[in-house]
């Protein structure tokens, strides 16, 4: 795959992209990993028709369900096959560690997998019939669909996109993100070799305000399905309304994470520290606000900080480490920032709330592990979401207190409850408004469960057989069988 990072994707072919130089730049170090030119204007109207064409095409649109299926499948394989390339081309161009950017690598290859096994097994309702005809349900493909994701998490994102838009029947233009574009043009070449054809798939890294909004407003594009910010998504909303077009966002958070007195100690503690400091806490799902039962407060929280100031930071490509760079010196700038504005208005930082210091840290996008007390759920640290490795713990006392200060926030994306006691945690999980409950666990996924946000953390769903059906419209079918005109046509 020599060159794949030099050229994008647009309509099947490699070109250079008529956009500005992006530079994807190593977080761990601050050195130039690959330069190339982005998408500009022109790239997405050819990649749009292109697309539009490869989807209309008898070859692909005649597919039946399970010839379609094969060719996700092999592009799942191919994923795993290169799942080593990938976690390394996506450590260096996110910073993350390799242990989590090969999972990612895994779960893409699944989602491809289940996709494909979804897709062969996806069937038609016939509806109860009123008269004397036969009535059934049919999907059909909105034709070009644009994707566009974060910096974050790529190839799981674009999975969870591309695999079910392409399953629908559906062409894709995915715009990846300006801080994490190699991965995204990987997946373009593991596509085209796994035999997908030209045309069904363009990835276009470039600017959002530039390509993403052109795919938005695009009058080609019949759907679009977005990962990122709030305000970005609102955005998208808005232009969406204007063409009367389906949208999927999947939004901000600031999850709450609660821990009651019999909770299992260590299980909790493990629990939490994965939720918010994995992936730099760089995860719109992140276990932000910790609310800890206020009997073990005290005790729970100086446990917390010990583990939290025990974890190893580090590049993502040394084993030893558990925490990476943030994904670019800008991104740890304003956390930084804001941390250090919670500390101005009062907040007590209890551990962290600086960058590491020593010669390995220094050209590097590296914040360390914070976790800030002395804060009420409603100052400004509690409600907007920070995007890096930080936690802000709270005290509660009833179970009222706790869910009305959990629910007391603009996002209700996900929740992680750590309770012994299975009536409690029911109550708590039916109580609480987030798309995602975890209980005594936290951050576990299945591409086979729906996936969504409730308030501003999103609209609409991924995953599972409904992400299918996101990617396509629906048809009612009326078949006569009386065997008689309408009686309100016939004449005497």
Avoid at 59 to 72: E, G, K
Avoid at 316 to 336: A, C, M, T
Avoid at 438 to 448: D, H, L, M, P, V
Wanted: contains cysteine; proline residues 5%.
């Amino acid at each position: 795959m020599a060159g794949w990072a030099d050229e994008i994707l647009v309509g099947g072919q490699w070109r250079r992209g008529c956009g500005p130089l992006i530079e994807s730049v190593d977080p761990a170090t601050g050195a130039v990993v690959h330069r190339f030119h982005g998408a500009g204007l022109e790239d997405v109207d050819a990649a749009v028709a292109a697309g539009l064409a490869a989807a209309q095409d008898p070859a692909w649109r005649n597919l039946l369900a399970h010839q379609r299926a094969a060719v996700l499948r092999r592009i799942g394989t191919e994923i795993e096959a290169s799942a080593d390339l990938i976690s390394a081309v996506q450590t260096a161009d996110t910073g993350k560690v390799r242990a989590e950017t090969r999972a990612l690598a895994m779960s893409a290859a699944g989602t491809f997998v289940y996709t494909a096994a979804a897709l062969e097994t996806m069937e038609e309702p016939v509806t109860p019939a009123r008269g004397g005809y036969l009535t059934m349900g049919a999907h059909e493909p909105y034709g070009v669909v644009a994707a566009i994701t974060p910096w974050n998490s790529p190839i799981a994102s674009e999975a969870q996109k591309v695999a079910p838009a392409l399953a629908a029947g559906n062409a894709v233009v995915l715009k990846s993100p300006l801080w994490a574009p190699c991965v995204s043009l990987l997946l373009g070449r593991i596509c085209q070799e796994a035999g997908l054809p030209a045309g069904l798939l363009s990835v276009l890294p470039g600017s959002g305000a530039v390509v993403g909004d052109a795919l938005v407003r695009h009058p080609q594009v019949g759907k679009v399905s977005f990962t990122g910010g709030t305000t970005t998504g609102r955005s998208i909303g808005r232009a969406a309304a204007d063409k009367v077009m389906p949208v999927t966002l999947e939004l901000g958070g600031k999850s709450p994470t609660i821990v009651f007195p019999d909770a299992d100690r260590e299980q909790a503690l493990a629990g939490i520290l994965f939720g918010i400091f994995s992936s730099s806490g760089q995860s719109c799902i992140a276990g932000s606000r910790v609310f800890v039962h206020e009997s073990i407060y005290d005790d729970f929280v100086s446990q917390l900080v010990q583990r939290t100031r025990a974890l190893r930071v580090g590049p993502g490509d040394d084993p030893e480490s558990q925490v990476g760079p943030l994904v670019h010196r800008d991104h740890r700038d304003k956390v930084r920032a804001m941390v250090e504005r919670a500390k101005s208005e009062g907040a007590q930082v209890l551990c962290g709330g600086s960058s590491p210091e020593g010669e390995g840290y220094a050209t590097g996008a590296y914040y360390l592990p914070t976790v800030l007390a002395g804060v009420a759920n409603t100052d400004w640290i509690c409600r907007e979401e920070i995007f890096g490795p930080v936690a802000v713990v709270l005290p509660f006392g009833t179970e009222a207190d706790l869910v009305a200060q959990a629910n007391d926030s603009e996002y209700g994306l996900a929740c992680g409850i750590w309770t012994a006691d299975y009536r409690r945690a029911w109550r708590i999980a039916q109580a609480v408004q987030a798309g995602t409950v975890w209980i005594n666990t936290y951050k576990q996924f299945s591409i086979s469960t729906p996936f969504s946000g409730h308030k501003n953390s999103g609209l609409g769903t991924e995953k599972g057989r409904e992400g299918i059906k996101s990617y396509m419209r629906q048809k009612s079918i009326y078949w006569e069988t009386a065997g008689s005109p309408l009686p309100w046509a016939e004449h005497e």
